[in-house]
């Protein structure tokens, strides 16, 4: 049996070996994939439950890796944070976004995610505030989503830009709410603008009594602190019959679309589309 576990042991420490080897290829791959015209951005249309419209979109990065094919963020931005590649990548989709949204007839919203680790580079509200100006777009229409995890890192540095970015006009979205480090006193130490709830509250909220009782009292909550709410991963059209007799603001997820290549969208960013 000894031997036995030490060969198990073994086996565990060569996987482990070859995770790591893996994540170092990833890095490497990732750095290429920076300047090789790798990466793209989709693009998942934001939903007005009261008029029924789109009011804009959220912009997700996505990896096409040479050999490997579609890697998912899930996997690529994590290591992006840690090797502090965020910051490329960051400014590489707010300025793609921010330059597809400023060529839209429809003066639509466009959400960019945020990292922790851009979030507290000292040079990102002047970044963000110069790419403005490059694109010509109107800082109303760009909304910045953030974690709460993301704030919680250095408070006073992230809020400071916090500030900044909500002083030019900017809206900020906290993301993920009910995930994580969640903490209600980050909605009154934050000066947000909205809450995303995350999806796992969403999934099969008509039928989980205690996902509908967790939603339900978010609703109450934005109300009361006049925040409005966006529900992500709506998948059901139950789940959006539920959001909609709860009197939520806003939802997104594949019930209403996957997040496409923007060309998908040509009607909506035109204008032309009857919905
Ligand atoms: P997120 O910001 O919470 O984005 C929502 C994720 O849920 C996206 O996954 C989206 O494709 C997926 N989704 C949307 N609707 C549905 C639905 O109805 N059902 C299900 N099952 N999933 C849905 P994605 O694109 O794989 O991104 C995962 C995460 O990676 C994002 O979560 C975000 O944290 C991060 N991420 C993606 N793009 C960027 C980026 O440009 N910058 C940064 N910093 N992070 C990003
Ligand atoms: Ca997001
Ligand atoms: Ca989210
Ligand atoms: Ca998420």
Known sequence: AKAEGRGTYRVFESQMGAQVRDRRLLEHD???????????LVYQPQVDLETGEVSG????????????????????IPIAEETGLILQLGE???RTAC????????PLM?????SAVQLHAPNFVAFVEK???????????????????????????????LRQIKALGIRVAMDDFGTGYSSLSNLRAFPFDR????????RSVHDNDQSAAIVRAVLGLGKGLNLPILAEGVERLEELDFLK???????????????????????????????
């Open 92 to 94: 590489w989709v707010m």
């Open 30 to 40: 990732l750095r290429s994939a920076l300047v090789s015209r790798q990466l793209s």
């Open 57 to 76: 979109f959220e912009a997700l990065v996505r990896w096409n890796h040479p050999e490997r094919g579609a890697v998912p963020p899930s996997t690529f």
């Open 110 to 114: 466009i959400a960019v995610n945020v």
């Open 195 to 202: 809450i995303k709830v995350d999806q796992s509250f969403i």
């Open 245 to 275: 007799d709860e009197i939520c603001d806003a939802a997104q997820g594949y019930w209403f679309s996957r997040p496409e290549d923007i060309s998908a969208f040509e009607d909506v960013v035109r204008g032309t589309s009857k919905t």
């Open 131 to 161: 790419l403005l100006v490059e694109t010509g777009l109107a800082a109303e229409r760009l909304e910045i989503e953030i974690t709460e995890t993301a704030m919680i890192r250095n408070m006073n540095r992230a809020l400071a830009n």
């Open 99 to 106: 330059t597809q949204a400023a060529g839209w007839t429809a």
